[in-house]
């Protein structure tokens, strides 16, 4: 064998080598489009044995629905002529006996240095799976956009400074701005100067990666109406756990604090209930003082004495029964959550002034310690003294005998604490953590609704503060409230 044969060898083997290890499918093919060679991968991807294959036209290898969709005899015979390559296309081809798989296919030219282009070669790659999980994917993305538009609450997502990438239908039915023309603008400013420091501050810790409480604010809608929201903020991570955005979800608080009010209000009506016989006791004895007076009057009118003693203690019992008359009507007035300078010595007050006649028939001894000169709160006066009479009306069913009952005032660090402490029967452990949940009470069907505490709970937070409960079983309660002092925008 000649070493001119030998070198030839060398090479056809190398050339083999290479083909059987390229994973695409190779087709060589000349200008009669008969195919010149074919590598290990095509053979198996369609079924063909080289038999099958080499000198074989194309027309004969692939089916003619195939050829006239991808026009590949035209594209072949365009990059002999042009001597440029056809960069990409896709089609879909089933073997014999074979699922249908889909490929992306190149012409590129093999150039003679003599001749030009000699030969055309065909590169299929198999991209089935790819397409099949592209296709996967794509369903799951719009699964998951469906599902952000059709969510009842508000969903929007930022960029690292607070830019909007997107919302979702709910917040565009509130507002009434379209996403498309809200893309691009900062989400603070759909809030007030004042929230907007606080949402900053939420977007500087969320860069921080500390944990954001929710917050509650208003924005409004589309008729200019006030519309609050409780937002939720989660920080948007990348692989590497940056954070590279955030996303916001909000609730409309509408239908909420429409029910809250009513449950409000309905407590509060169940309360008067309970107050009836008492205030009435209230309003009998000046009415009896009146009665007295009225008949002394009628004996000695004459005594200046006799008759300017019955007028004092009647305007005095007049205007203690009208004190009580309207402290009642306006507890049981429905109003507004309408929030004022407070002092909060005159609201414990006005609900001990209605609770009065129940503690003396429960036999329950008061005691006030209240703190000096205690800075205002800011709250809605109905509201809190609602709170405290509910408190009151507590005691009065957790103690069976003779008890007492202590409120005690302070403050502490710009916090108003109000703590109302009783001998009672004292709460179990197990009922301490659901003790402010809506409906849980230990009376009896018919007694309570299970309202008084829960409501409570809810008032209290809306003033920015908290109760908590402390118990003993045997031994009695305390309920602490915290509120917090009114401070000007200046000292805060």
Excluded at 127 to 135: D, N, S
Excluded at 163 to 177: P, Q, S
Excluded at 257 to 273: I, N, R
Excluded at 431 to 454: A, E, H, R
Aim: net charge positive; charged share 25%; glycine share 6%.
């Amino acid at each position: 064998m000649t070493d001119k044969r030998k070198e030839e060898m060398t090479y056809e083997k190398l050339y083999n080598c290479i083909m059987s290890s390229i994973p695409s499918s190779i087709l060589i093919v000349d200008r009669y489009l008969k195919v010149l060679s074919a590598n290990r991968n095509f053979y198996a991807k369609s079924r063909r044995s080289e038999s099958e294959t080499i000198g074989k036209n194309i027309n004969v290898i692939f089916p003619n629905v195939l050829l006239n969709y991808t026009k590949i005899p035209e594209k072949i015979m365009e990059v002999f002529n042009q001597k440029e390559p056809f960069i990409s296309g896709e089609m879909e081809y089933r073997a014999p006996g074979l699922p249908k798989r889909i490929y992306y296919y190149r012409l590129a030219p093999l150039m003679n240095s003599l001749s030009g282009v000699e030969n055309v070669i065909l590169l299929m790659d198999d991209v089935t799976e790819q397409k099949r999980l592209g296709e996967k994917i794509k369903r799951m993305e719009e699964h998951l956009a469906k599902v952000v538009e059709s969510a009842n609450d508000i969903i929007i997502s930022t960029d690292q400074s607070g830019i909007i990438l997107t919302w979702n239908n709910t917040i565009e039915k509130i507002t009434g701005v379209k996403s498309i023309n809200i893309k691009g603008q900062p989400l603070s400013s759909m809030f007030s100067t004042e929230s907007k420091k606080i949402f900053f501050s939420i977007t500087k810790k969320l860069l921080k990666e500390k944990k954001v409480s929710d917050w509650e604010s208003s924005i409004l809608n589309k008729d200019g109406e006030i519309v609050d929201i409780s937002w939720s903020f989660s920080a948007m991570k990348d692989e590497q756990e940056k954070v590279i955005g955030i996303v916001i979800i909000g609730r409309d608080l509408t239908e909420r604090k429409e029910l809250e009010t009513k449950l409000t209000q309905s407590a509060k009506m169940a309360s008067l209930g309970i107050m009836a016989g008492g205030v009435a006791h209230e309003i009998r004895n000046p009415l009896a003082i009146i009665d007295s007076c009225a008949q002394i009057l009628n004996t000695q009118a004459n005594d200046k004495k006799v008759r300017g003693s019955a007028i004092e203690k009647i305007r005095n019992a007049t205007k203690r029964a009208t004190e009580i008359v309207n402290n009642l009507l306006k507890f049981a007035r429905q109003s507004e959550f309408a929030f004022e300078l407070l002092d909060i010595h005159q609201v414990i007050d006005n609900a001990l002034s209605l609770m009065k006649n129940q503690l003396s028939i429960q036999h329950v001894k008061l005691e006030t310690n209240y703190g000096f000169n205690l800075p205002k709160v800011h709250g809605n006066r109905n509201q809190l003294q609602q709170v405290f009479m509910n408190l009151i009306l507590n005691t009065c069913n957790a103690i069976k005998e003779q008890g007492l009952l202590r409120i005690q005032t302070q403050c502490i660090d710009q916090v108003i604490s109000i703590n109302f402490t009783d001998n009672g029967i004292g709460i179990p452990e197990k009922n301490l953590s659901i003790i402010f949940d809506p409906f849980f009470t230990t009376q009896p069907v018919g007694k309570g609704t299970g309202l008084g505490l829960s409501i409570s709970y809810g008032i209290i937070k809306q003033h920015g503060g908290n109760i908590e409960v402390e118990s003993e079983p045997g031994k009695g309660s305390t309920f602490s409230i915290k509120l917090p002092v009114y401070r000007k925008s200046s000292d805060k």
